[in-house]
């Protein structure tokens, strides 16, 4: 996949993991400096995953230019693009890659492409409770288990704990699933990667956010569910996943996602309406500078998010005429 | 029951087939149902007093501090934390098997049974969660030393741990040499220099980039009345750039002491330790508050009780809304609710003084009113929706078309915001204030109006100076039902105008002062957004609760001061009937 691919070449010019385990920034990271004369209101309207995440990195561009108002709005990742169409957001947070479909109506209305800022990495993680012994599913099972299509060429249904190899009192206890409502990003790229772009049960209990996902799983303890991994909590585990049955499992850590071990690694977009022939206002120019700032990327993993690397960082910037 | 009537009862029930003896009197004289009557009532005033205590009890217990256990585990690790919940668990075999043949008959001869408690482990930037499960098994050793202590920090959530030193003018000094009157003095002092900068930062940088910003629109206004190149448009952005490099100049005055104060600041830095030896160097003004959490008095403990409930009133939130206080959530509540009253209640009171006393009562009244009593069954989120699409698409974008082009496509009122809220609720609410108004204006004694036209007052005099006034209390009553409906109205809001983030207030110093087209925040969202929205759910959890507990607390108090005001009118008209 592309994302891994980038990835990989990101990670291995540097290493981010000290043996704490405690994730650290790319120390090549760029310090952001303030400049004056910015001020005003931004809004942001898009993923709830994002939600936290838009709000630290608010705080903290706001603890630098005082006057500025930030207005952050999550309801799903969906809600993203038409309100950059009708201008009534400045950013819109997704956290999957916009669909052909929203920016053909992008460029019907403004006649160039959205930009798109890689602002964080996410493990999407497939959470069971504290307590459920399981090692280790492969991709093929997890679409065994959330799918009723299965288009990962299983051919058999996985509908109690036994069946994924569970003894004891697991072993005929059904699995209850847990996941996202529709406009979210996490279940439409949960849907295309996971999935294998099947349908999911119509058993999947669909929850109003990523935490909340999280708490279903907490209080069940047959459940299983998928948020990102900036949500798990100390009664949930993330299980280690591998690509295909029978190889090494991975672990959701940052180490894994950079080096593309982890399948269900992706990036996280903040889309922005950027003109090819004007130059971006200030304000804006400026609060992207900050996400791809040490100060930025601190807020990403201060959300239990990974970080972005510097090379991310740079080729995103030069894409957008920001480098200086 | 006299004796002839006993006869009689006794002859009729011999007459009749033996199974409608006494079960058939007592069913007949209707005790069952008021048993069973009363009993649902009884039921439904336990599960609504049940849900308050509950609520109650936990937001009032949220800010109480803690003890840190420190424990040694078998395997040689120590754990900090505060105890936050425990529950007994079932261990797997595979835990099982790792244990001490001891440990497993102790588990076994309880049924299998193992108990674990949660702890609150702050330090999140070390360890990279917050909490964590230890089972009584693991424990090999638990103390609670007096010189650990609980910081909440600006950023990061709580560290939990030791004080090591403290660097004042460039030298470190160890924590255990500087006594604790001198250290509640420097924190004091660094907290108010951090208040002062963070003064500078938001009022007087604030007003100059406002400026600066207003200077940018002019210009832009300018461009687009005359053209872009045009000569006025050249002229106004000349002006503009004389100014503004006026302002560049305090900006920079400002910034200097900013920077300043900011060094200030970071010069007076403390060293903290986790349990493990991890160290943290942070600015002592980044420490909200910290204390001995093991060592700490009775009275202390209310102190930091009582401080953290006005920290949590009174300042903005902090880290993605899960620390810090609602403070702008209570103003936007109490804001959007206030208006939600002025816009209901002309539009309320007038159609029902048409529908009652000037409409010819006749089918398409009749047809009115049944329509209003159906706008009230109508989803919220229906409103929600039709707000957001006429209110704030329809009418505040042609409001930006028409007054503020030069901040498009940044929308000003063509976007959610407090006004469009309140009117989508107060077009939610109309029809209780309608219904509730026309029972008081029937209610008004027909011989008072008589009275008042046969004195030769006109039909309008009447209805002003005797109706309404004698109809107040009931259409009081309508507002307040319409308040507390509008309080606590959470969907629709959320399609006009309640955002997670939005610090700065609908008023402000700035001109025209009151800015009714922000987004504003909300204490029913924020419950939903905590509950379910924030990365660490577990610590939402208790925000979740002292957040209901304010939000009931605030509308409970919203609906006594209008009874109270109902109350007084009443009085005020009994006394003037004969």
Request: proline share 5%; aromatic share 10%; hydrophobic share 45%.
């Given at each position: ?42 809004k942001?309207?898009?993923?709830d995953?994002?939600?936290n ?30 309100a950059?169409i ?20 992008f ?25 459920n ?192 | ?22 079960v ?130 600006l ?29 509640v ?5 660094a ?97 909200v ?35 810090g ?57 229906v ?13 505040g ?24 809220a ?60 319409a ?14 105008g ?14 025209p ?66």
């Open positions: 996949m592309k994302i891994h691919a980038l990835l990989l070449a990101a990670a291995s010019s540097m290493a981010l993991i000290t043996a704490a385990g405690a994730q650290t920034l790319d120390p090549a990271l760029a310090d952001y400096k303030p400049v004056s004369g910015v001020s005003g209101n931004l942001s309207i898009g993923s995953t994002l939600n995440l838009m709000t630290l990195w608010a705080e903290g561009f706001q603890s630098q230019y005082p006057n500025v108002k930030i207005e952050i709005e999550g309801k799903g990742s969906s809600t993203a693009p038409p950059l009708a201008g009534t957001a400045q950013f819109g947070p997704m956290s999957r890659p916009m669909k052909a479909a929203e920016i053909d109506q460029e019907k209305k403004f006649g160039y492409k959205p930009s798109a800022i890689r602002g964080a990495v996410d493990a999407l993680a497939v959470f069971v409770h504290k307590d012994p399981i090692k280790c599913m492969s991709m093929q099972q997890v679409d065994a288990v959330f799918s009723r299509t299965r288009k990962g060429g299983t051919d058999r249904d996985i509908a109690t704990w036994g069946d994924l190899g569970l003894t004891g009192e697991w072993a005929s206890r059904p699995i209850s699933l847990y996941g996202r409502n529709s406009a979210s990003g996490t279940y439409g790229y949960f849907k295309e990667v996971a999935l294998f772009n099947g349908d999911f049960k119509d058993s999947v209990k669909e929850q109003p956010g990523s935490s909340a996902v999280v708490q279903g799983v907490a209080s069940d303890k047959f459940a299983i569910g998928y948020s990102g991994i900036g949500y798990k909590t100390a009664d949930v585990r993330a299980v280690p996943l591998s690509a295909k049955p029978g190889e090494k499992c991975a672990e959701a850590t940052a180490e894994m996602a950079y080096a593309g071990e982890y399948p269900l690694a992706r990036f996280l977009y903040i889309y922005v309406n950027i003109s090819p022939t004007q130059k971006l206002d200030p304000l804006r120019g400026e609060f992207i500078k900050f996400i791809y700032s040490k100060q930025g990327q601190q807020g990403v993993l201060k959300d239990g998010y990974f970080p972005i690397t510097k090379a991310i960082a740079d080729e995103d910037l030069s894409a957008k005429g920001l480098m200086n | 029951m006299n004796y002839v009537e006993r006869d009689a009862t006794r002859s009729l029930a011999e007459a009749l087939p033996r199974s409608r003896g006494r058939t009197d007592i069913a007949a004289r209707g005790e069952p149902y008021t048993w069973a009557l009363g009993g649902a009532l009884a039921l439904g005033i336990v599960m609504i007093v049940g849900f308050l205590i509950l609520v109650l009890y936990n937001g009032a217990t949220t800010f109480i501090p803690k003890p840190i256990a420190v424990m040694t585990l078998a395997d040689g690790a120590v754990v900090a934390g505060e105890p936050f919940r425990s529950e007994s668990y079932r261990p797997g075999t595979a835990v099982l098997e790792k244990l001490a043949p001891e440990t497993r008959a102790r588990i076994a001869a309880n049924d299998g049974y193992a108990s674990r408690t949660l702890y609150r482990i702050g330090n999140y930037d070390i360890y990279n969660e917050d909490f964590r499960w230890v089972s009584d098994f693991e424990v090999a050793r638990i103390l609670y030393p007096a010189d650990l202590i609980y910081a909440e920090r950023e990061w959530g709580p560290f939990i741990g030791r004080l090591k030193s403290v660097h004042v003018g460039g030298a470190a000094r160890e924590a255990a040499s500087i006594p604790e009157a001198e250290l003095r420097l924190h004091g002092e907290r108010a220099r951090w208040q002062r900068l963070r003064g500078i930062e938001r009022s007087e940088i604030g007003a100059v980039n406002h400026q600066i910003e207003r200077e940018r629109l002019a210009v832009r206004k300018a461009e687009i009345a005359h053209g872009a190149g045009s000569a006025e448009a050249r002229q106004r952005a000349a002006e503009a750039a004389t100014r503004i490099a006026g302002l560049q100049k305090e900006y920079d005055g400002l910034a200097t002491e900013a920077r300043r104060l900011r060094e200030e600041d970071r010069a007076v830095r403390v060293t903290l330790a986790a349990i493990g030896g991890e160290e943290k160097e942070l600015p002592l003004s980044a420490l508050r910290f204390y001995p959490a093991n060592a700490i008095s009775l009275t202390g403990k209310a102190g930091i009780y009582l401080s953290r409930w006005w920290e949590f009133l009174s300042d903005e939130p902090r880290e993605a809304n899960t620390e206080g609602v403070m702008p959530a209570i103003f936007g509540t109490f804001a959007m609710t206030l208006l939600l009253v002025i816009a209901v209640t002309p539009f309320g009171v007038i159609t029902a003084l048409y529908l009652r006393e000037y409409a010819r009562q006749g089918r398409l009244v009749s047809v009115i009113r049944i329509s209003v009593n159906n706008l009230a069954g109508v989803p919220s989120i409103y929600g929706v039709f707000g957001l699409g006429f209110f704030a698409y329809v009418l974008g042609s409001i930006d078309q028409l007054f503020y082009p030069e901040r498009l496509p940044n929308p000003t009122f063509g976007t959610g915001g407090l006004l469009w309140s009117l989508t609720l107060a077009l939610l609410t109309v029809p209780v204030v309608i219904v509730a108004t026309e029972e008081a204006l029937a209610a008004v004694p027909r011989s008072m109006r008589e009275g008042s036209l046969a004195c030769g007052a006109s039909k309008w005099q009447t209805i002003r100076n005797i109706v309404l006034p004698r109809a107040m209390p009931g259409i009081m009553t309508g507002i307040i039902l308040m507390a409906r509008g309080a606590g109205e959470v969907a629709p809001l959320m399609l006009v309640v955002v997670k983030l939005a610090p700065e207030l609908p008023v402000d110093g700035f001109f002062f009151v800015h009714l087209e922000r987004s504003f925040m909300h204490l029913g969202f924020h419950i939903f957004d905590v509950g379910f929205q924030s990365r660490n759910s577990e610590a939402g959890k208790p925000m979740v609760f002292v957040t209901t507990v304010l939000l009931v607390g605030l509308i409970f108090l919203m609906n006594i001061s209008a009874i109270a005001i109902r109350n007084r009118l009443k009085r005020k008209f009994a006394g003037s009937q004969f």
